[in-house]
């Protein structure tokens, strides 16, 4: 009896150990599906956030200025100078991916020219324009180091400042922002390079709207049309 006992014992035991074995591999193997599926679960979420939200870690938003340089199309006119200013503003982008987005900016943007008429009357015109301009640009990432920036702008005018020297004006205006198309329309190309948070580009913004809306200024300015070669620098507020 004790023989057979020690053996049924032995049986019993054996049995024990390999079910206890069984439900800890079990339980230990459960456990490790669990914390998987809920890190899974985390990224795929947080992913979706980002994506509902609109916070793309590609897409770049800030700030950014810059260099204008400005001309006008005047009508007989024998030296037409640039104009130099400023741009400064804010852009964002939406629907960005990691080849594509669209950036649409919130800019005030200095334009204008100053002409000098010669033949039997001489005098030299200086138009300063400011305008805010709205850009919305497709861009093409080239990498992350580099974009391709293509799309329309419009804008509006928020004063204009008309001074006249020579023989013509005595000092004194005779157009001002009334005599003026209040909107302007065009496009808009350049090419931005990427370093890190920051961004230097140039761009070229070609206006499709004669300015003049009347015939004093007509008389002055023809058929002119915004001319706005731009550099500037962004800083971008999305890192990650």
Not at 12 to 34: G, K
Not at 39 to 60: F, V
Not at 173 to 182: A, F, G, T
Request: aromatic residues 10%.
């Amino acid at each position: 009896m004790n023989t057979k006992f020690k053996s049924k014992a032995l049986f019993l035991a054996t049995v024990l150990t390999v079910m206890a074995s069984s439900a800890l591999i079990a339980q230990t193997s459960s456990s490790t599906t669990s914390t998987t599926t809920t890190t899974t679960d985390a990224i795929t979420t947080k992913r979706s956030q980002r994506t509902d939200n609109g916070t793309n870690p590609t897409a770049r938003v800030g700030i950014k200025g810059g260099l204008n340089v400005s001309n006008l199309y005047v009508k007989d006119v024998n030296d037409n100078n640039a104009r130099y200013g400023f741009n400064a503003g804010f852009y964002g982008q939406i629907l960005s991916s990691e080849a594509f987005a669209i950036q649409p900016e919130l800019l005030w943007s200095t334009k204008g020219s100053e002409a000098t008429y010669g033949g039997i009357v001489n005098s030299k015109v200086r138009f300063n324009l400011n305008y805010i301009d709205l850009p919305v640009l497709a861009v093409f990432k080239l990498g992350p180091s580099a974009e391709i920036h293509l799309g329309p702008y419009v804008s509006y005018l928020v004063n204009a400042n008309i001074k006249y020297s020579g023989n013509v004006g005595n000092g004194t205006d005779e157009i001002n922002k009334n005599n003026l198309k209040s909107y302007d329309w065009g496009w808009s190309g350049g090419l931005a390079l990427n370093f890190g948070a920051v961004q230097i580009g140039a761009r070229y913004n070609y206006g499709m709207v004669q300015i003049a809306d009347s015939n004093s200024a007509r008389a002055i300015l023809g058929n002119s049309k915004n001319s706005l070669a731009q550099l500037y620098l962004a800083l971008n507020f999305n890192q990650d």
